[in-house]
C-alpha cells in the first residue's frame, strides 16, 4: 500500500465532526490555561513586588517570571499539540522517538546551541543579570530589556538593539548592583557662560541653557555692520572698575526677556549669591557667527577690559591698501612680541565666500538643471503643437475655408499650448510646496514660500510655453486652405 492510499484511509477513518469539536475544545482550553498561567505568574511577580524591600529583589521577580510566562506558553502548546495529533488518532510514540534521536543530534551538532540554555539557566539561578539592568555582556553594554535562556536583548544609549546569545557571556559588568557612579564629560566652550540668571525675572522655561560671550573692543560691533537696535554701543570708559556692561543680541533678548524691554535690565553671572551682576545697555541685530545656514545663538558682546580673551580676532578697516595695511599691522605685533604667533589675515569677503561655497555650488547645479529642464519643457511643448497642428491641417484648412480668421485659428493653438502650461504649473507649484523643507537648506535670505519667486517662476515658464505654442500657431496661420484641402 502505498502512501497516498494510507493517508486516504486515514482521512476516512477519523470521524471530523467529532475530531473537530475536540479540536476546538482543546484549543480554547489551552488558550485559557495559557492565559491562567500567565495570569498566574504576573500575580505572584506583584505579589513579590509590593512585598519586596529593594529594587533589587523586584528586579528579580521580573525576570524570573518574564521567563515562567514563556516556558509556560511552549509547555502548555506542547500538551495541546500532542492531543491533537492523538484526536487525529495519529500516534505520538514516533514523534517522541524522534524528539529524543533529535535531542542526541542536538546535543552534538549544535553545542552552542545547548551551551545558551545551559548558561540561560544559570544566569537566571545565579541571579546575575535582570530585567532593568545595565550591563556588559560579550564587548556590548547597555539596558537589559529581555532575558530569555537563549539571549540577552540590550539597549545601548544610541538606541541600538544587541541580541546577545548567553554562551557568549563569559563576564557579567553590571553597573546596579547596590550602587553605581555615573562620569559624564560635558564640552563647554572658552567663550559660553552656562550660568546666566536674569535678576528679578519670573521663571522661564525659554531661558537657553547657556549664553555665548564675545569680548570685544569699543567700534568692532560698528566695523563689522552689526546693526545697533537700542542702547548704545560699548565704550572706551568701560572698563573693570566701573561695573560690568553688555550688549545682547535679539535672539538672547527676546529669550531672556521675552515681551520685554532688555535694556538696563540685570544678568547675575551665575547662581552664587556674590556671583557679579551685569548690566545691558545695548541690543544688537542677530548674526549668524557659524555660517549662513544655521541657527541664531543667544550672545551677548562685553568690553575686553571686564573680559580678558586669551586670544582675539583683528578687524582692520583701512581706507586703502588692503595689503599694505596688514603688513603694517603685522610688524607693529612682531615689535611687541616677535613671539605672538599670528594667523594668516583674510579678508571678510574670502570668508564669506568659502561659508557660502558649498550652497553657492548647489544652487548653481540646481540652477542649471532647472534651466535644462525648461528648455526640455518648451521643446516638448513646440513638439506637442506641432503635431496638434499637423494633425488637423485638415480641420483648420475647413475652418479658414469657411470663413475663420487666423486670429481665432491663433488663439485655438495657444488656448491649448496655456492648457498645457496651466497644468504643468500646478502641478509644479504644489511639488514645490511639498519639497519646502528640502529647498530650505539651500536657501539663504529668501524663504520657500518667497512670494516674488512663486509668481516670477511661473510667469517664465509661462512665458515659454507660449513662445513655443505661438510657432506651430503662427504656421497654421499661414496655411493655404485650398492646398490642404486637396491634400490627401
Same mark, same amino acid.
Given at each position: 500500500m502505498g502512501h497516498e492510499d494510507k493517508v486516504i484511509q486515514w482521512f476516512n477513518a477519523v470521524d471530523w465532526i467529532q475530531a473537530g469539536s475536540r479540536i476546538a475544545a482543546i484549543l480554547v482550553v489551552t488558550f485559557i490555561l495559557v492565559y491562567i498561567a500567565r495570569r498566574l505568574i504576573s500575580g505572584l511577580e506583584k505579589f513579590t513586588a509590593t512585598h519586596a524591600h529593594d529594587i533589587e529583589a523586584q528586579r528579580r521577580a521580573a525576570t524570573v517570571s518574564n521567563v515562567l510566562r514563556k516556558l509556560a506558553t511552549i509547555l502548555i502548546t506542547a500538551i495541546a499539540t500532542l492531543a491533537i495529533f492523538n484526536t487525529l488518532g495519529i500516534s505520538i510514540l514516533p514523534f517522541l522517538a524522534t524528539a529524543g534521536v533529535a535531542g542526541i543530534a542536538i546535543a552534538f551538532g549544535a553545542q552552542s546551541l545547548v551551551k545558551?540554555?545551559?548558561?540561560?539557566?544559570?544566569? &537566571?539561578?545565579?541571579?546575575?543579570?535582570?530585567?532593568?539592568?545595565?550591563? +556588559?555582556?560579550?564587548?556590548?553594554?547597555? &539596558?537589559?530589556?529581555? /532575558?530569555? &535562556?537563549?539571549?540577552?536583548?540590550?539597549?545601548?544609549?544610541?538606541?541600538?538593539?544587541?541580541?546577545?546569545?548567553?554562551?557568549?557571556?563569559?563576564?557579567?559588568?553590571?553597573?546596579?548592583?547596590?550602587? *553605581?557612579?555615573?562620569?559624564?564629560?560635558?564640552?563647554i566652550a572658552l567663550d559660553q557662560d552656562i550660568a546666566p540668571v536674569p535678576l528679578g525675572e519670573p521663571n522661564n522655561a525659554n531661558i537657553p541653557p547657556s549664553l555665548w560671550i564675545r569680548s570685544v573692543t569699543p567700534g568692532s560691533l560698528k566695523a563689522m555692520n552689526m546693526r545697533l537696535i537700542a542702547g548704545r554701543q560699548l565704550e572706551a570708559t568701560d572698563i573693570q572698575s566701573t561695573g560690568l556692561v553688555g550688549i545682547l543680541n535679539q535672539e538672547a533678548a527676546e529669550r531672556y526677556f521675552p515681551g520685554k524691554n532688555a535694556l538696563g535690565r540685570i544678568l547675575k553671572r551665575g547662581p552664587a549669591p556674590n556671583a557679579p551682576l551685569l548690566t545691558i545697555v545695548g541690543i544688537v541685530a542677530n548674526g549668524r557667527a557659524d555660517g549662513p545656514n544655521q541657527p541664531y545663538k543667544p550672545e551677548i558682546f562685553v568690553p575686553i577690559p571686564q573680559r580678558p580673551a586669551r586670544g582675539v580676532v583683528v578687524i582692520l578697516e583701512p581706507s586703502r591698501d588692503m595689503p599694505a595695511a596688514t603688513r603694517a599691522?603685522?610688524?607693529?605685533?612682531?615689535?611687541?612680541?616677535? /613671539?605672538?604667533?599670528?594667523?594668516?589675515?583674510?579678508?571678510?569677503?574670502?570668508?564669506?565666500?568659502? *561659508?557660502?561655497?558649498?550652497?553657492? &555650488?548647489?544652487a548653481t547645479l540646481v540652477a542649471i538643471f532647472a534651466a535644462a529642464a525648461l528648455l526640455l519643457a518648451a521643446l516638448g511643448v513646440y513638439g506637442v503643437m506641432a503635431y496638434v497642428v499637423t494633425q488637423r491641417q485638415r480641420e483648420i484648412g475647413v475652418r479658414m475655408a469657411l470663413g *475663420? +480668421?487666423?486670429?481665432?485659428?491663433?488663439?485655438?493653438?495657444?488656448?491649448q499650448g496655456g492648457t498645457l502650461a496651466a497644468t504643468g504649473l500646478l502641478v509644479g507649484v504644489g511639488a514645490s510646496m511639498l519639497m519646502c523643507q528640502l529647498l530650505s537648506k539651500l536657501l539663504f535670505g529668501v524663504t520657500p514660500f518667497d512670494a516674488p519667486t512663486l509668481i516670477a517662476v511661473p510667469a517664465v515658464l509661462g512665458m515659454a510655453t507660449i513662445i513655443a505654442s505661438w510657432l506651430p500657431a503662427r504656421r497654421a496661420m499661414r496655411m493655404d486652405p485650398v492646398a490642404v484641402i486637396r491634400q490627401d
Open positions: 545558551d540554555f545551559f548558561r540561560g539557566f544559570f544566569l &537566571l539561578a545565579e541571579n546575575q543579570i535582570r530585567q532593568g539592568d545595565v550591563v +556588559e555582556v560579550a564587548g556590548k553594554s547597555g &539596558l537589559v530589556e529581555d /532575558l530569555t &535562556l537563549r539571549y540577552v536583548q540590550l539597549r545601548d544609549y544610541e538606541g541600538n538593539v544587541h541580541y546577545v546569545p548567553n554562551g557568549e557571556i563569559g563576564v557579567v559588568t553590571s553597573s546596579s548592583r547596590t550602587f *553605581a557612579y555615573a562620569v559624564i564629560d560635558v564640552t599691522f603685522g610688524r607693529a605685533l612682531k615689535e611687541v612680541d616677535p /613671539l605672538l604667533p599670528v594667523s594668516t589675515p583674510r579678508m571678510i569677503e574670502e570668508s564669506i565666500a568659502t *561659508a557660502v561655497a558649498l550652497p553657492r &555650488l548647489y *475663420a +480668421e487666423p486670429s481665432g485659428i491663433r488663439r485655438m493653438i495657444l488656448g
